[in-house]
């Protein structure tokens, strides 16, 4: 009986690290290890390949995945989810991990509740919104080049009287726009799960530009939706020219850090032991307080990730 794995949806730096972990250690287990090539579409297209050792040398160090990932409309549809369980028969795959976001344990989840199906699910998504764990392999190397991005945007910001927005991704959640305002001592962020204040904000920051604050650096959430609208708010409002910068996909680049990729190692190991010692499958592993854990793909997904609450206070700028 061999194991496989596969990437599926948004990539995340510290797939590969994953990757490369999951095919030493399946070898050391006495295992055969497969690739799904391309996500829920390669599998639905037999894209899977026996792996060795040859094809994770040397790429610990490199952002999103050697074997590529998808979105997959298809699989939403039953005929292709039965091509995919008899492609993983064909190959005799007894147990799957699972790299990818709610979106994809979501289809794993139905996908295993229609053919016998073991998988574990390794939290991979930059945006951290994953219901259970407090971490998801990818968030370190992204919220660091958030960092990066905007320590150098403030040092534009500081040489001229003006404003910046900075809008960050995160989908639906405001992970990644809190922790990158509190780390780089933003004066606004704006995100999904918090209305934003703009009066009393708005009275705040104009007392502190006739006190002579020369400029003001705001984080927006993709999610909120409010990057065009605070850009209005900043001008009409506090009368400082703006510039916004919408940092996209280089979020989701880059070498992994120590960080992501000593945590890949560890969800790896733990999949894979999982995959191996237990019978009742289709768990996540799930990170908390220094702490690995199992979770049922059902409680995961069917519950919503809340911001931490130390979180939300440290943007209230208000009090
Ligand atoms: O889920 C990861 C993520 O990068 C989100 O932050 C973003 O909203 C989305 O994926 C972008 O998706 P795509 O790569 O399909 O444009």
Request: aromatic share 10%; proline share 2%; glycine share 8%.
């Amino acid at each position: 009986m061999a194991l496989a794995i596969i990437c599926s949806g948004g990539d995340a730096p510290g797939m590969n690290p994953a990757i490369k972990k999951f095919v030493d250690y399946a070898y050391k287990k006495g295992k055969k290890s497969y690739f799904i090539y391309d996500g829920l579409e390669g599998l639905i297209d037999n894209k899977i390949k026996e792996a060795n050792h040859k094809d994770v040398a040397g790429i610990v160090h490199i952002g999103g995945t050697i074997i590529r990932s998808s979105r997959s409309k298809r699989f939403f549809e039953y005929k292709y989810r039965k091509i995919a369980y008899k492609n993983l028969k064909e190959h005799n795959i007894m147990g799957i991990v699972v790299l990818g976001g709610d979106g994809s344990f979501r289809a794993m989840d139905k996908f295993s509740s229609e053919f016998d199906i073991n998988f574990v699910g390794i939290p991979s998504t930059i945006d951290n919104d994953i219901y259970g764990t407090k971490y998801c392999l990818g968030v370190d190397t992204a919220l660091n080049v958030i960092r990066d991005a905007l320590d150098k945007i403030r040092d534009t910001a500081s040489s001229f009287n003006r404003a910046f927005i900075v809008e960050v991704m995160g989908r639906d959640c405001g992970y990644l726009a809190v922790v990158s305002a509190m780390i780089s001592g933003a004066e606004i962020c704006v995100i999904p799960e918090v209305e934003f204040h703009s009066k009393a904000l708005e009275k705040k920051l104009t007392q502190e530009i006739k006190d002579g604050r020369k400029y003001v650096l705001a984080i927006v959430s993709e999610g909120s939706k409010q990057t065009s609208e605070i850009h209005k708010w900043i001008e009409d409002k506090l009368g400082l020219e703006t510039r916004v910068s919408i940092l996209g996909h280089i979020q989701r680049g880059g070498n992994p850090t120590v960080y992501d990729r000593l945590m890949a190692f560890d969800f790896t190991i733990k999949a894979v032991d999982y995959l191996l010692e237990h019978k009742d499958f289709n768990k996540v592993v799930v990170y908390n307080d220094g702490c690995f854990n199992f979770m049922n793909i059902q409680e995961v997904v069917s519950s919503k990730y809340q911001l931490p609450e130390h979180y939300l206070d440290a943007i209230n700028y208000l009090d």
